[in-house]
């Protein structure tokens, strides 16, 4: 079910288990980045960059935040979706995590 949509270039992505699952072309830009052929040759990215163990220490609660990037989703209520379909996209992920606890519970009452 995964789309070969737009990607958005921002942290303000918006994955769920049935309507928007995370597929792999969402993970291109991190894969060119990361250059898991020679990481001696990675480059950063305006959403991937390197940082030094010193650099991370510093900051407050060593939170690895990703402080540089801009979610528009945050900036104000206009943005956000209809309540409606907020409740929707909830009640869709709760009844998937629901379903998955199940089959878990299924599968270990067997053995």
């Not at 995964?2 to 921002?10: A, L």
């Not at 830009?29 to 990215?45: A, T």
């Not at 959403?47 to 991370?56: A, L, Q, S």
Request: aromatic share 10%; with cysteine.
């Amino acid at each position: 079910m995964c789309s070969n949509g737009d990607q958005k270039k921002f942290s303000n992505k918006h994955f769920t288990l049935k309507t928007n699952p995370l597929c792999e072309n969402d993970l291109e830009d991190f894969i060119k980045c990361y250059n898991p052929e020679n990481r001696h040759q990675r480059e950063e990215s305006e959403r991937f960059k390197p940082f030094t163990y010193d650099e991370i220490m510093q900051r407050d609660k060593t939170s690895l935040d990703i402080f540089w990037l801009k979610d528009d989703s945050l900036e104000g209520t206009e943005n956000l979706p209809n309540p409606d379909v907020l409740a929707h996209e909830i009640v869709g992920n709760l009844q998937s995590a629901l379903a998955q606890f199940e089959s878990i519970a299924k599968e270990l009452g067997e053995e």
